[in-house]
């Protein structure tokens, strides 16, 4: 049957189908059990009852033959609508969302596979509940076979090594105004956000450890030999540095230092300056491996609260770098550099290959 609406212009009658009766909401647990009480210590019918709770007599009475048969007011076991997905079809479902499969994709091998009919929406709240998301991937840079191979034979060397003791150091650029560059949206009504053809940006030297930390330093000029040699003159002494409560004593004296195969890294007059300051203490660690630094998380911590941030100025992001840097936990850098052996245990078995760190 329809039911005719209100007539906006003569001649023309807008009509609604009748959608059904309502679905009422869930009597919470509270609520059945005072339908119990009231029938049990009070003696009351169920028709007294509905009209007391503000529920229907049927409801009434349907909790009270649940409580007379079960001795409870839960559920029954096996209510409620059958599960298309076994726990089985979860796991190949999430399988294929690893293999760079999208939902319809997933979907259409899913029934070709099994013959039951599921919607992509289906699909989509299984790949959800797992805790996957449909992101951008991540442009890395393609390893050389004799970087593959420098790499393996590095993980090999350095299995076993006292990590503790290694300061990681690290540049990255930091750009003002930088934002969130991923939101949930709805297809034909993206979200934007202004982006500077030429935005300011800011470069950064740091370097952590479990026991030690340097201060941050700034800088707006591309890195070069004699800029990095001001840098490490700057913040690797002994008394610039920052030490945890608990270090050793005589790390301070004794630290090894770690960093990258940047030319101006290797540049004589660097590796000078780097031997006057922690003598042949100094890790060669090799190229194209980010993910064998425990900087790379450090840096992406900074950078999370960067853009949630709302800067405008290149002073204002100083500050708040340096704010996140300080009140950055010990802990956060030591559970990084707790991974190390598990970084090297994986590049080894891929061979040299690019670890998920």
Known sequence: MKNQLSVPAPGLVCVE?????????????????????????????????????????NTAT????KYQATGTIKDRPGTGRKRKISPE????????????????QIQR?????TKIKVSVWT?????????????????VEELTEINKARR??????????????????????????????HAYQEPGKRKKYPAPSHPLKLNVWLA???????????????????????VIKARLQENRLTFAPDCPVRLPQNYEYLQDNAKWHKAKKSMKVLGELVDDRIIEHPAQSPDLNVMEDVWSYLDRKVKAAKIKSIQGLKQKLTREWEKLPWSEI???????????????????GRTHY
């Open 208 to 230: 952590a450890g479990h026991y030690m930390k340097a201060k941050l330093f700034f800088f707006k000029t591309n890195m070069d030999g004699a800029l990095y040699q001001k």
């Open 17 to 57: 189908l009748n959608p059904g009766p309502r679905r009422s909401p869930r009597l919470t647990e509270e609520k059945r059990w005072r339908v119990v009480h009231l029938h049990n210590d009070m003696g009351l019918g169920p028709t007294a009852i509905a009209e007391r709770v503000g529920i229907h007599r």
């Open 109 to 113: 091998e899913f029934e070709r596979e």
């Open 123 to 139: 699909i989509r709240r299984v790949i959800d509940a797992h805790n996957l998301k449909w992101l951008v991937r991540q442009r």
């Open 152 to 181: 393996l034979e590095y993980c090999q060397a350095m299995n076993g090594h006292n990590w503790k003791k290694v300061l990681f150091s690290d540049e990255k650029t930091f750009f003002l105004g930088a934002m969130k560059t």
């Open 334 to 352: 030591r559970k990084s550099v707790k991974s190390m052996p598990s970084r090297l245990a994986e590049c080894v078995e891929l061979e040299g």
């Open 89 to 104: 079809d979860e796991k190949k479902i999430i399988k294929k969302a690893k293999q760079d499969k999208d939902a319809a």
């Open 62 to 65: 349907a909790i009270l033959d």
